[in-house]
């Protein structure tokens, strides 16, 4: 769908050409670019702030519908994710009307230092891609529909070292689509089974093999926190594990993810309100298969195991209860104390299989795990815990980077006591509120032995209520980029 070009203005028919402006200086070097940005100085009613926008239609001499304008502020307070959502509202603007194809001019000149053209065309195409990027809606009318084409303008003989990024840019969107589509199943099309059915069939065709475990099996390695989790549904839970392992590869890394395919809270049912979007809760295993899918068809040279628990937290007479003690795979005992505490439980049966099987040399696992991360950080930036300062730092840099955002947490050793039980060797809650973000990541950090982790909960930024610059609403994908470029690093 992305495309490169450098064709003279005059010969590009598209429905819609997008120009950047910023308000201090022009951004092009080729004279037919740099004539039309200049066309919009002295007019009153656009100052190209950022998101302002203003067409033009029917533009003189040129075999287009309509330029469309967008403002990007000042030049030297310019950066990648405002090129990002610059590119992202324009495409959604144009999509609005009717579908086709659209072409972007990449800015060529007085950019800051650190903005060169190859990332102003990697931000570009990113948020095109993704603001194109549409719900797969049950109506029989489909409304919005994507563009087919969107080709990026660059000066002519730029078009070679270009066209790598473009590349890998269209493979690692295509991932985050690929988990936005997901996530935005409803539970009823997305049984665990149906899931594992759903993923597999994407990761065989990608080349990474699969490995799904049934009840029966998990039954058989014990897996008894995952099950605790399952028995209340009619739909059983299952472990799927994606496997992308490259020839001569060396160290393993672990991608874990919370697949819970609707949490209706188990007995300690949730109220209205919090239970309506709970189809969302397995973001994390989305963002997880779609990263290790996305490895394989990159060709990334590295080992990149996905764990994938499946299950859906429901109410039945067969459920789960609080008061009851299981028995995780690690052999730890867990006193249920609320059955809506359930990613942490089947967490611990996942990070600690991962461990054990796979040896790898780093765990990351992404869960929707808990609300108490989104009061804390809001709906648009996830929760990072982990004891391992280069790991922090990675992950930190190619949160930058992608603009899927994380804050360092603390992991308090002396907040450990939150996790006391009179009975087993630890409860699945704290006795009360506080800090509940913090308490559910450090009951996961005992099941991952002396495997160098770290924990991102997403349960704010998985999943947005109103469209963004380059998401609509629904799920995001959240964590595919970030998962993308931390393995291109590590
Ligand atoms: N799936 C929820 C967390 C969640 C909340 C995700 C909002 C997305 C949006 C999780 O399983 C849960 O219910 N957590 C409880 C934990 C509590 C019982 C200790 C919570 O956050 O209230
Ligand atoms: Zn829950
Ligand atoms: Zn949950």
Not at 213 to 237: E, F, H, I, N, Y
Request: with cysteine; charged share 25%.
């Amino acid at each position: 769908m992305l495309q490169l070009t450098s064709q003279d203005l005059s010969r590009i028919k598209a429905e819609a050409l997008i120009i950047p402006v910023c308000d201090d200086r022009n951004l092009f070097r080729s004279k037919s670019l740099r004539l039309w940005a200049a066309k919009l100085e002295g007019i009153d009613s656009f100052s190209a702030g950022p998101g302002e926008q203003l067409d033009l239609y029917q533009p003189e001499g040129l075999p287009l519908e309509r330029i469309v304008f967008t403002g990007l502020g000042a030049s030297r307070k310019l950066t990648v994710e405002g090129l990002r959502q610059a590119a992202g509202k324009s495409i959604r603007r144009i999509r609005q009307s009717r579908p086709g194809t659209a072409v972007l001019a990449v800015p060529e000149t007085n950019l800051p230092d650190d903005l060169d053209p190859s990332l102003a065309l990697t931000a570009m195409a990113e948020g095109a891609y993704l603001a194109n990027h549409t719900l797969a809606v049950y109506k029989a009318e489909k409304k919005k529909r994507p563009l087919k084409a969107i080709r990026l303008l660059v000066a002519s003989g730029q078009t070679r070292t270009f066209r790598g990024i473009l590349a890998r840019v269209e493979h690692i969107c295509r991932g985050t689509a690929l988990a936005r589509d997901w996530v935005n199943l409803p539970a009823n099309d997305k049984s665990p089974r149906d899931l594992a059915g759903m993923i597999t069939r994407k990761a065989r065709q990608a080349g990474v093999a699969t490995t799904l475990m049934d009840a029966s099996q998990l039954k058989r390695q014990k897996m008894g926190a995952l099950l605790a989790v399952g028995s209340g549904s009619r739909q059983p839970p299952q472990m799927l594990i994606l496997d992308h392992k490259p020839a001569r590869s060396r160290e393993t890394l672990a991608l874990v993810g919370k697949g819970v395919t609707f949490d209706a809270g188990g007995l300690n049912l949730k109220p209205t309100g919090s239970i309506e979007m709970m189809k969302i809760d397995m973001a994390g295993a989305a963002a997880v298969a779609a990263a290790v899918i996305t490895a394989a068809r990159l060709g990334l040279k590295k080992r990149v195991v996905g764990v994938l628990p499946l299950v859906e937290n429901m109410v039945s007479g067969a459920a789960f209860r609080p008061g009851d003690i299981v028995r995780s795979y690690s052999g730890q005992t867990i006193e249920i104390g609320n059955t809506d505490a359930e990613g942490r439980l089947i967490l611990a049966d996942a990070l600690a299989y991962a461990a054990k099987r796979y040896k790898p040399a780093r765990i990351i696992d992404l869960a929707t795990l808990t609300g108490a991360c989104v009061v804390a950080l809001g709906d648009r930036i996830a929760g990072l815990f982990t004891e391992d300062a280069p790991l922090r730092e990675l992950i930190l840099a190619s949160s930058a980077k992608t603009h899927e955002r994380c804050w360092a947490m603390p992991l308090p050793e002396d907040y450990e006591d939150l996790l006391k039980s009179d009975l087993a060797d630890m409860r699945n809650i704290g006795p009360g509120r506080w800090g509940g973000a913090i308490v559910a990541a450090l009951f996961l950090s005992r099941f991952v032995g002396d495997t160098p982790w770290a924990h991102i909960d997403i349960a704010g930024p998985a999943y947005t209520k109103k469209a963004q610059a380059y998401s609509e609403a629904g799920g995001t994908g959240f964590g595919v980029r970030l998962l993308c470029d931390l393995m291109e690093d590590l």
